[in-house]
């Protein structure tokens, strides 16, 4: 390797870290820059526990990055060829870039703005607010039966069961895990005082109520919005390419195509099928991505081709408030298998799991090691890179 290197990681969230902290490592001799728009490390996946006010959900990022990365407090605004623009007007010069910049909860049907949700710390900071303005006996409506509404209805009616709360779901609750998982999900749902509607979707969305499509409606002092994940624009406005979700198109080492200096992990990044069709948004898949996305760029600073990404699954996790919570085994392309940890047990492993994170993505990131893809993946890889 010739001079330093300078590698710019855009989003300090789990992807970021870990990518930033593992090429720092790697490569004493590369400067590693992050820019984020916070000093602090969000914890995203206990946002619905700060919007209930149970828990906190921030650490400072100086303690979970490696001593030689360097920070910088600030959003990006594009992304040109080996340089990154600041909204604030730094332009910063790169020879790698990792795109890392993450998601937040985003679309829902009409009225959507009058909805709350736990997608990042702004929304959920929001919600605790509302929350703790709310009378005994205000109905709260989280609609979305995924494993984040889930989350998000537990915590709320755990802190609060002076409230009302109620969960909405267009199809079965807890879909994801196995049949034993989903019993556990919902008798741990109806302990806590939780109604659930399933096979209702939300139509529209108003001040005090939830329109569903089967003509019937919720009060709603509160609706918390829990669909799906949506990616930042930042990509597409740098003309990059992006997929129909505006996720960045890569290759299967994670190298945007056309694009050799750029390399793409997390949330935000589209891999192709051969190597993520498996892969769903999660905290899970971007610590292994991060990782490998590190391992791109000291390939190519070291001159040889990156290998493809390899990201195999192994748990899903719902938390049930503070006191339960529900542990799926699952193969390595994320299907259930018929095991699951259960009610304290399950909440003693998602919270140690939680925790782990922290440790996985700091300082010593370097030595961090990830299971492999399911067979198929793997057998198509040779011809995809
Ligand atoms: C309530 C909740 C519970 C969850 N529970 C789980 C769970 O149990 N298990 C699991 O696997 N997953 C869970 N998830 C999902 C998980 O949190 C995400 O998939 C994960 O955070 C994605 O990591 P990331 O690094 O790609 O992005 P993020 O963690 O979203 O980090 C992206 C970072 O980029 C920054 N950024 C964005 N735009 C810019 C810009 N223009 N310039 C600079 N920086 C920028 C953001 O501020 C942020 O710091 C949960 C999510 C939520 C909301």
Redesign the pocket.
């Known amino acids: 390797m010739n001079g330093t290197r300078r590698v710019v990681v855009?989003?300090?969230?789990?992807?970021?870290v870990m990518a930033a902290n593992r090429i720092a490592a790697g490569r004493p001799e590369a400067t590693v820059t992050v820019?984020?728009?916070?000093d602090e490390f969000?914890e995203?996946?206990?946002?619905?526990q700060y919007a209930a006010d149970s828990g906190d959900a921030t650490v400072p990022l100086a303690g979970v990055l490696h001593p030689d990365v360097v920070l910088r407090v600030?959003?990006?605004?594009r992304i040109e060829d080996r340089q990154l623009l600041l909204t604030d007007g730094e332009v910063i010069d790169f020879d790698h870039l990792i795109y890392?910049?993450?998601?937040?909860?985003g679309g829902g049907p009409d009225g959507a703005e009058h909805a709350f949700a736990?997608?990042?710390l702004e929304d959920a900071e929001r919600l605790r607010t509302r929350l703790r303005d709310l009378d005994a006996g205000a109905s709260v409506v989280v609609i979305g039966g995924g494993?984040?509404g889930v989350?998000?209805a537990a915590e709320i009616a755990e802190q609060r069961p002076d409230l009302r709360v109620r969960l909405v779901s267009s199809g079965p609750v807890a879909a994801s895990l196995a049949p034993r998982g989903r019993r556990a999900v919902t008798r741990a749902l109806a302990r806590l005082g939780v109604r659930i509607r399933e096979g209702a979707r939300a139509t529209r969305i108003e001040a005090d109520r939830v329109l569903l499509d089967d003509g019937t409606e919720c009060a709603s002092a509160v609706a918390v919005w829990a669909g799906e994940?949506r990616v930042?624009d930042?990509a597409r406005r740098s003309g990059l390419p992006v997929d129909t979700q505006g996720r960045l198109r890569t290759d299967g080492a994670l190298v945007v195509p056309g694009h050799p200096t750029i390399v793409g992990?997390?949330?935000?990044v589209a891999p192709p099928d051969s190597v993520a069709g498996h892969i769903r948004?999660?905290?899970?898949?971007?610590i292994p991505l991060?990782a490998h996305g590190a391992d791109t760029v000291l390939a190519l600073l070291d001159g040889r081709d990156p290998e493809p990404l390899s990201m195999g699954f192994l748990l899903q996790?719902?938390s049930l408030g503070r006191r339960a919570g529900v542990v799926q085994f699952v193969r390595t392309d994320d299907s259930p298998r018929r095991w699951a940890l259960r009610g304290r047990t399950g909440a003693r492993v998602?919270e140690q799991v939680c925790r782990t994170t922290l440790r996985w993505i700091g300082p010593g990131a370097g030595g961090y090691r990830w299971l492999r893809g399911p067979r198929r993946a793997r057998a198509e890889q040779g011809a995809m890179v």
Do not use: I, W
């Open positions: 855009v989003g300090a969230g789990y992807a970021g820019v984020n728009p916070r969000v995203r996946v206990r946002l619905h600030g959003t990006a605004d890392a910049v993450g998601s937040s909860t736990v997608g990042d494993l984040t989350e998000t994940f930042p930042l992990v997390g949330d935000a948004m999660s905290c899970q898949a971007a991060g996790c719902v998602k």
